[in-house]
């Protein structure tokens, strides 16, 4: 199922939009793409400078961050117990499509149809939207499988024991931390919350990004640990990458923008 909606989207994408539009973009245009290239190596480089960066309370996040995960890693075991304990049909039925929603390459997929749908439409504001979605997903996830194979984490289904490591031995089954999955919901979640103002739309989109995590765990594929490190890295992509394209400002993994930073998304979509 997931395959045949990639494959959908794609087409619709690649084909639809290009034909249809006599509009400068990333399927039609060297130049566009070359912008593209250069803005998501500039968001690469703040997304590996912002958790050491002092100024900007980076480093603030970054040690915050490793509480959290340090904490979680704690009760790993008992967290994966108690989920393991509650299974239902209803659950299994509920988080496939956790993953299914989750999926990375779903996300692209989503970014490029957001993208498309804002050229067809003459929408500024979700061409941008769907560029945002496409460069947080892509940052989530080189972060990810970088760290995931660095760190070589045991899945929880592969030995039940939260401390099996074996780094850089890109062992199958041993890439379970972060998770991918969260790292690139949450990275959706944190570019679409700037298109709204509303805070339970908001809270939506958070609830959805927490489900997958809790999907993950649920099936046995991550521990609680994995999860949050993959929020983290999420949400900080996502505010990466939305700071570049509204304002320049201080952008740090945990935490809310600044006012400044606020203000400077609501003017910019008002503009549009």
Known sequence: ??????????????????????????????????????????????????????????????????????????????????????????????????????????HLGIAGAVYGGGILAGSPKWRETGEMLGEAAILADAVSFVLKRAIGRSRPFVSGDKGSFTPFQFKSDYDSMPSMHTASS????????????????????????????????????????????????????GRVVTRYHFCIDSVTIMGYFTTHSETCISTYWDAR
């Open 1 to 106: 199922m997931e395959n045949r909606l990639l494959l959908l989207i794609v087409l619709v994408v690649f084909f639809v939009v290009p034909c249809a539009s006599a509009e400068d973009n990333v399927f039609t245009s060297t130049t566009a793409l070359k912008e593209e290239a250069v803005r998501l190596r500039n968001e690469a480089v703040d997304v590996v400078t912002t958790p050491i960066d002092i100024k900007g309370y980076g480093l603030i996040g970054t040690l915050v961050t490793t509480g959290a995960v340090g904490l979680t890693y704690i009760f790993d075991a008992d967290i994966r117990n108690e989920l393991q304990g509650t299974k239902s049909s209803a659950l299994d039925t509920a988080t496939d499509a956790g993953n299914i929603i989750g999926n990375p390459w779903i």
């Open 186 to 237: 949450f990275a959706m979640a944190s570019v679409m919350r700037t298109t709204s103002e509303n805070l339970l739309v908001k809270a939506l989109y958070y609830s959805v990004a927490t489900f997958v995590g809790f999907s993950r765990m649920y099936q046995d594929k991550h521990w609680a640990s994995d999860v949050v490190l993959g929020a983290a890295i999420g949400e900080l992509c």
